[in-house]
């Protein structure tokens, strides 16, 4: 085990070049808490956001970055019950997942079944129950259609196939690479971009129950030309206020939520592609990646150690 804590953060407001490598103490964990090494750990589009200062978050520096990640707990603090050394482990944090030995309480992580990779892990947490959460807040019955922009996202991906399972009717925003896996996935995809309101017109002429925005304000400004009560759509990429829309994204940690989430995965009832993972020392690139868009699925990085599946860092990733 190593000596001490590698840890990503920045001290300045920008693009991805503020990130830097601290080295710090390992820091034993204290009651209810588990020190997790991390395996692999996903990047978010709110990380990046947050890192050039974004007005919504309330930032102090220096700070660290990440909030999910999926790991092997190395020590377990007093009143620790239901967590143990050496159990395989996956979450979301508030902040700092970013670093190679994270200390956190036991009630954010579920336990990682054996069958899901360590890359996907990393990257499904904080996703997946914001998909899960987003979706459970309008009611939908089978045989509704709904509308998801960013539908080949890491949160427009998992809830597009979440509603799919439930008997929804989803068509999907994506660009035109991604259209094929969109429909292997069950999704009906459209072209994002000023064409969008018509497709959609075209495909469903009796008009769409609810949508969720995982793009930002002008996919809002089309769902609500396409008739779509204001009510019935909801956003986790703009300031709802701004349209009279609503804003339900992740709540409180659920185990029962990750871990379904992760049985679902294994099934490939659910998938979370990984578009790209970077060794840990190149979050830079990471985030460099992250931010060029039009991505499928997630960016994650990974650590060093040989547990994490072979080839899954990009050929510029080491």
Known sequence: MRSVNRVVRFSRFGGPEVLELVDEPLRD????????????????????????????????????????????VEAVGSGVSRLAAGDQVFGAVPDGAFQTHLVAAENLFALKPALLPWPVAGGLALVGQTAWDALASQPLAGGETILVSAAAGGVGGVLAQLAVLRGIRVIGSASAGNHAWLRSRGIE??????????????????????????????????FLELGIPPHRINT???????????????????????????????????????????????????????????????????????????????????
Do not use: C, M
């Open 189 to 222: 995809p459209v072209e994002y971009g000023p064409g969008l309101v018509a497709a959609v017109r075209a495909l469903s002429p009796d008009g769409i129950t609810a949508a969720f925005d995982l793009h930002g304000p002008s996919s809002v400004r089309q």
């Open 29 to 72: 964990p204290g009651p209810g808490e588990v020190r997790v090494a991390l395996r692999a750990a996903g990047l978010n589009p709110a990380d990046a956001k947050r890192r050039r200062g974004g007005p919504q978050y309330a930032v102090t520096l220096p700070t660290g970055i990440g909030r999910e990640l999926a790991g092997v």
């Open 236 to 318: 986790n990429a703009t300031d709802p206020s701004l349209f009279g829309i609503r804003r339900v994204g992740r709540g409180p940690t659920s185990i029962p939520t990750l871990d379904a989430l992760a049985a679902l995965v294994v099934a490939d009832d659910i998938e979370l592609p990984i578009a790209a993972s970077f060794a840990f020392e190149r979050v830079v690139q990471a985030f460099q990646r992250l931010e060029t868009g039009h991505l499928r699925g997630k960016v994650v990085i990974v650590s060093d150690d040989p547990a994490v599946l072979p080839g899954t860092v990009e050929a510029t990733g080491r």
